[in-house]
């Protein structure tokens, strides 16, 4: 049966079009877009065929059409966690945001460092309806010491590697996994923060934490390992991404890369680009997170970063606790916040309202971007695509309200805020999974 979804604005950032269409869907893809007052210099409006009297037609006037957002950075917690998260969790907050494809953290309970686990990540995700992906561990145990069986692990379906929350000390290992997993075409990512500088983990060395009488964790912990292995990658000529970038140097390092040759990308969540340090101050343990919010200086380098190009994606590093692991106070309470379900109103609210990015653009940094450098299917809103969508509503407004989320996850600074925009409807493989409506 044929499905309609008629008069939204359909605004794909890979064709540059942006104009008012109906898109026709049949098994799983798009298989007719009708195009109607269009601003795409080169595309005519298209004469309307008439609709099969068995189709399931929805009305979208008023809102936007876009490619299904994609979050490379997850923390489903499954398996061994699933105290603070689970697959089926995780992918109904995902759902709720608007994402339609999650790329899972290998640090899980065990490790996920071999192919039967890699296996059980995917096969449970297959069932919750939206993509489920994850990467693998770069290094046996997270233990830093002895690779992974790289060749094996993306044989049972491993996208991309990382020991994210660990930083690789040893170079020789780094440069190992980077010539590995240039020759079996994945990315790798990094986390960046060399511990022999930090203090305390979680909050920025800086005045705030000197205020709290916190050491604290500098800039420099990251600045130094993201030029070391800007630098292996480009030697190496692997597909690294810098994950959840957080410095203005690491963000010039990251270009200063790219104008060299070298395959470096970088991630930013929406809470390093959206708050700083003195955030802690008023949410405590809720802005306590790995890299930490970071100065105004550094802030302003990220949005410059994400306007520009230098940083690629947008990526939330939804990272759920329980209630309990956040509430032992800044020194010893648990890293991270969730995400997935404040992004895009987070992100319409400070990017695109205030002028900062337009609405293509984030698009494109939250759905398009993520799928090339991690080699994810679809995206595109042409003919023939797969039909995973995210149907947003502008005009929709109201305060964040965790005690409503679908993640078991609670713990967020944005609680309360006042935030415009939300996902309403969101598509997988063409069949609706998510309604606000």
């Known amino acids: 049966m044929v499905k309609i979804i008629k008069n939204g604005r359909v605004i794909d950032p890979e064709s540059r079009f942006d104009g008012r269409a109906d898109l026709w869907i049949e098994n799983g893809k798009i298989q007719k877009i009708v195009k109607k007052d269009t601003k795409a210099e080169s595309?005519?409006?298209?004469?309307?065929?008439?609709?099969?009297?068995?189709?399931?037609?929805?009305?979208?006037?008023?809102?936007?059409?876009?490619?299904?957002?994609?979050?490379?950075?997850?923390h489903f917690r499954d398996p061994g966690l699933t105290y603070k998260e689970d697959i089926e969790t995780g992918a109904a907050a995902a759902k709720a945001g608007g994402f339609t494809t999650g790329v899972c953290m290998a640090n899980t309970k065990p490790v996920a460092d071999t192919p039967e686990i890699v296996r059980y990540i995917l096969e449970k995700g297959a069932?919750?309806?939206?993509?489920?992906?994850?990467?693998?561990?770069?290094?046996?145990?997270?233990?830093?010491?002895?690779?992974?069986?790289?060749?094996?692990?993306?044989?049972a379906g491993a996208i991309g590697f990382t020991d994210d929350g660990i930083p690789l000390m040893s170079e020789k290992l780094?440069?190992?996994a980077m010539e590995t997993a240039k020759r079996l075409n994945v990315p790798l990512s990094f986390h960046e923060e060399d511990p022999a500088f930090i203090f305390n983990n979680g909050i920025n060395r800086g005045p705030v934490s000197e205020q709290l009488g916190i050491g604290g964790s500098p800039a420099l912990a990251e600045d130094s390992m993201v030029a070391r292995d800007?630098?292996?990658?480009?030697?190496?000529g692997a597909d690294v991404d810098i994950q959840h970038i957080s410095s203005r140097n690491a963000v010039q390092m990251v270009g200063l890369a790219k104008k060299l040759g070298a395959h470096v990308w970088a991630e930013v969540t929406p809470h390093h680009f959206t708050l700083d340090e003195t955030a802690v101050l008023e949410y405590g343990t809720l802005a306590k997170?790995?890299?930490?919010?970071?100065?105004?200086?550094?802030?302003?380098?990220?949005?410059?970063?994400?306007?520009?190009?230098?940083?690629?994606?947008?990526?939330?590093?939804?990272?759920?606790?329980?209630?309990?692991?956040?509430?032992?106070?800044?020194?010893?309470?648990?890293?991270?916040i969730v995400g997935l379900e404040t992004a895009f109103p987070v992100l319409y609210t400070f990017l695109v309202k205030k002028g900062i990015l337009s609405l293509e653009t984030l698009i494109e940094r939250m759905a398009i971007a993520p799928r090339?450098?991690?080699g994810i299917e679809g995206g595109y809103l042409k003919e023939g695509q797969i039909a995973d969508l995210a149907v947003?509503?502008?005009?929709?407004?109201?305060?964040?309200?965790?005690?409503?989320?679908?993640?078991?996850g609670r713990s967020t600074p944005f609680a309360g805020l006042e935030v415009q925009g939300e996902n309403v409807m969101t598509f997988v493989n063409g069949k609706q999974v998510y309604s606000r409506r």
């Not at 069932?127 to 060749?151: N, P, R, W, Y």
């Open 43 to 74: 595309d005519g409006a298209s004469d309307a065929p008439s609709i099969p009297a068995d189709a399931e037609v929805l009305d979208a006037e008023g809102l936007i059409v876009a490619p299904g957002l994609v979050d490379v950075h997850v």
């Open 127 to 155: 069932k919750t309806g939206i993509h489920v992906e994850t990467c693998a561990a770069v290094s046996k145990g997270f233990q830093g010491k002895e690779l992974t069986d790289m060749d094996a692990l993306k044989e």
């Open 174 to 176: 780094v440069k190992e």
């Open 230 to 236: 800007c630098m292996i990658a480009l030697h190496t």
């Open 289 to 336: 997170m790995n890299p930490p919010l970071r100065s105004s200086a550094d802030k302003a380098a990220l949005i410059e970063g994400i306007q520009d190009g230098t940083i690629d994606m947008i990526a939330t590093d939804h990272a759920p606790h329980s209630e309990e692991e956040k509430s032992r106070g800044l020194a010893d309470s648990a890293f991270g």
């Open 372 to 374: 090339r450098v991690f």
């Open 392 to 408: 947003l509503d502008l005009k929709a407004s109201g305060n964040v309200q965790p005690d409503r989320f679908l993640s078991k």
